[in-house]
Structure formats: structure tokens, C-alpha cells
């Protein structure tokens, strides 16, 4: 492979944990049929998250707060250190399947927007993962072809569906497994 121009990233289970995971697991619910169907509607933009909180209070047969789907988020300080690394050398994209208030809130308050030439959250797209059309958008707004670009995400059908149409796909695992996986395609850290 050529040397890269760009690296898109998701950003639930790469650079944050995915809380709505993490709190389905510590509840024994599988991620599938109206808990699946609820958090697609929000990522599409079509409900909004406090509908969205509705949903799992009424499916559940008790209150949900955000509070407590959140609790045990945390960012992965190693990754955001690889972004701000490869941001010196090549345009990089977030591509998330998210709420837009609530992705646009947490890169605030984390102070992560420097690092993205382009964020493409599906609820402002109407578009998610792993519907091709969303690469394709990221591409055009960064003005490169699928084959200069390299992307990442923790759910294998969004790498394959990416891999599809082209571009180079990493399944993410740890911030180190992604470091020896970029040197594969030639893209090594300054740092």
C-alpha cells in the first residue's frame, strides 16, 4: 500500500468506552431486537436520547437515567495520544453512529475536536454505519479516494463494509494492537 492521506476513526470503543454496551452487559441484555432498534433510531437522528431513555425505562419496567448508562465511561488516553501524533502527518475523520448532542458534548469536554479535519456523526447524516454511503461522504469531504485512507473501528462489520468500498480497514482491539496494525501499512508515530 501507498502511503495513507487519511485515517478515519469511530469513537465508541475506540476512543471511549461505549457506555450503552457496557451498561447492556452489566444488565444481561443482549444488544439485539427493541434494545438494538432503540439505539439505531437515536443514532439516526430519528428519536431523540431522551426518548431514547424512555424506551430502555419501558422495556426494562423501570427508571433509566443517562447518569447511570454513563457511569463507567472512560476515554482511552493512549489512543487520543496516537491521534494527536498522526494528526501532525495526515487528515483525520471521526465517523460515529451516535446523538449528535451527546458525541458533540463529550468531544467538548474532552477537548477532542482539534484533533478531526472531519466529524460525521449518523444523527446529523442520516446515515449509520455500516451503510457505505457514510464513507463515501467522509471521503468526499476530505477529498481523497478509498484506497488513501485507513480506517478504524472496534465492530467488524463497519471494517468490512469499509473494506467494501475500498479503504484500508483496522479492527480495533487496544491502543497497542493499533499501533503495531498502523505500522503494517507504513504509518508509524513520531512519538
Known amino acids: 500500500m501507498h502511503q495513507p492521506k487519511a485515517l478515519l476513526f469511530d469513537f465508541f470503543d475506540v476512543i471511549r468506552t461505549d457506555s450503552y454496551k457496557a ?3 452489566a444488565n444481561n441484555i443482549p444488544h439485539e431486537g427493541p434494545y438494538f432498534e432503540a439505539s439505531r433510531q437515536q443514532d ?3 428519536i431523540t436520547t431522551e ?3 424512555e424506551i430502555l425505562s419501558e422495556l426494562t419496567g423501570r427508571p433509566v437515567t443517562t447518569e447511570e448508562i ?3 465511561a472512560t476515554v482511552d488516553d493512549e489512543v487520543v495520544r496516537i491521534i494527536a501524533d ?3 502527518k495526515y487528515k483525520l475523520a471521526l465517523i460515529s453512529n451516535a446523538p ?5 458534548g463529550l468531544l467538548a469536554a474532552h477537548n477532542l475536536e482539534q484533533y478531526f479535519d472531519i466529524i460525521v456523526i449518523s444523527s446529523e447524516v442520516g446515515m449509520v454505519k455500516p451503510d457505505p454511503e457514510i464513507f463515501h461522504l467522509a471521503l468526499q469531504k476530505l477529498s481523497i479516494a478509498p484506497a488513501d485512507a485507513i480506517f478504524v473501528d472496534d ?3 463497519h471494517v468490512e463494509s469499509a473494506a467494501k468500498i475500498g479503504i484500508h480497514a483496522i479492527q480495533f482491539i487496544s491502543a497497542s494492537q493499533l499501533q503495531a ?5 507504513g504509518v508509524t508515530l513520531s512519538s
Open 86 to 88: 498522526l494528526q501532525k
Open 181 to 185: 496494525a498502523l505500522a503494517e501499512f
Open 51 to 53: 426518548r431514547f431513555i
Open 44 to 46: 439516526m437522528g430519528a
Open 70 to 72: 454513563d457511569s463507567t
Open 100 to 104: 449528535a448532542k451527546f458525541l458533540r
Open 155 to 157: 465492530n467488524i462489520r
Open 23 to 25: 451498561w447492556l452487559q
